[in-house]
């Protein structure tokens, strides 16, 4: 038995190392993929407007149906990007920002905004953001901001669509 002591030692330590190592990369590795799928239907640092869900939709896991998206992925290599959301005829809204290993950096909505604009400058630390503007400071370049607007009835969505239409996410430069 003395003999198998050092080898299933061994296993363990490595089994384990490898376990934490796996746990601490799979936030940015999903998130790597998540940005890199929206992004192809804007690029990075625009916003996309997305059509309605459907029982087919995948771009965000599991969409609800009975909310309207609009992502902006955003890549912070050259500079802060700025988020500006304008109020939508909707019971409810919010702007959330995911940095690039998941973590939620900054939530709002209409009733925190008071149905008021939210004009935000995502940056990492040391980036300058414009006076005036709330700065969201992520970790790493990248992440994901999220606009959802609840829908309550279809009929409703045109007049939604167009007043989100007025949101925008684009490079400070």
Sequence with gaps: MRRWALPLLLGLILAVAGYIVAMMQFPSVLMGFATTRIS??????????????????RAIVRPSPDL?????PFDLSNGPVLVDVEPV?????????????????????NLDASNQP???????????????????????????????????DGSQFPAIDAARQKSSCKPLS
């Design 68 to 72: 309207a998206y609009s992502s902006c």
């Design 89 to 109: 005829p909707a019971p409810y809204w919010s702007l959330s920002v995911f940095d690039h290993r998941t973590d939620v950096a900054f939530v709002r909505n």
């Design 118 to 152: 939210i004009r935000i400058a995502i940056a990492r630390d040391g980036q300058p953001v414009p006076d005036g503007m709330q700065a969201v400071r992520v970790s790493g370049n990248t992440g994901i901001a999220l606009i959802r607007i609840l829908v309550q």
């Design 40 to 57: 192809k239907a804007a690029g990075y640092n625009a916003l996309y407007a997305a059509p309605m869900a459907t029982d087919k939709a």
